[in-house]
């Protein structure tokens, strides 16, 4: 099955990954660094300005259940009205980062997915899903971990996104 | 910590508490794999901050938010992002001046400096 079948977004899932928000290799070690870490390039691209209510909404959106869906994978997501767009930082953790997953397994690909509350069409959630979905397929982890440049994730995606 | 950004941050819990109690959307971030347990952790995260701001903000914030669904919105580019009509310069300016809230005249909601 595709991992992305049924999935519509208004936008194409490629358009929200970036380069500029991607972290090859995270220097954090915890969940809240790794949070932090992963905002810092939205700020410098000023896609956020207020990096405090951002990080208070990530943190109580742990409290409220760990966004690890194991397998290595993180997905940590939340809505402010700080945040003007929706946005997705990829970052990649070669030690993998404790993110109190079900199969206690640590996160090595974490995406961090932030979206205002406006969302009226819930772009915010079939985002998730189809990032969730992508993370299920095990070629698709595979390739995410194993991508030497931002271009073959920009391929990946491109590949297993439905067309039209 | 001032008292919009303390409203804005009372909202966001609102939302996420929203977002795994209203039956429209409950079961949706389990339905996709995400682990919803800590309801109780966030009511009294909101408890705190509640604590944090004057009666008669949060009684405004809860009206607006009775009326609207949200009571705070983003202002951008001089546009109140609730109801899409121009914020005069002369509420834009009272920005600067103390901690006071910042009300579109044209809704009543509380705007956020995007």
Known sequence: ?164 | MDKTELLARIQDLDLMIHEVTDPASKGQEEGLGFAVIGLERLKEARRKLEEQVDRRSLSLYERVRSKYGRAVVPFQGKLCLGCFMTVPTSTLSRRKEGDELLLCENCGRILYWL
């Open chain 1, 1 to 164: 099955m595709s991992p992305n079948r049924g999935v519509v977004l208004n936008r194409r899932l490629i358009d929200y990954f970036d380069e500029a928000h991607y972290i090859p290799s995270l220097k954090s070690t915890t969940k809240d660094a790794v949070l932090d870490e992963m905002l810092q390039p939205l700020l410098r691209s000023g896609r956020i300005r207020d990096r405090e209510i951002i990080m208070d909404m990530l943190v109580r959106r742990e409290q409220l259940g760990s966004t690890a869906i194991g397998k290595g994978v993180a997905i940590p997501h939340g809505r402010s009205v700080a945040v003007p767009e929706m946005q997705v930082v990829l970052g990649r953790s070669e030690v993998g980062v404790d993110f109190d997953a079900p199969d206690g397994k640590p996160a090595t690909l974490c995406f961090l997915i932030v979206a205002p509350p406006q969302d009226k069409q819930n772009h915010y959630l079939l985002l998730l899903g189809t990032i969730v979905r992508l993370v299920k397929d095990k070629k698709s982890r595979d390739r995410l971990h194993k991508a030497a440049s931002f271009d073959e994730i920009r391929m990946l995606i491109q590949e297993v996104e439905p067309s039209g």
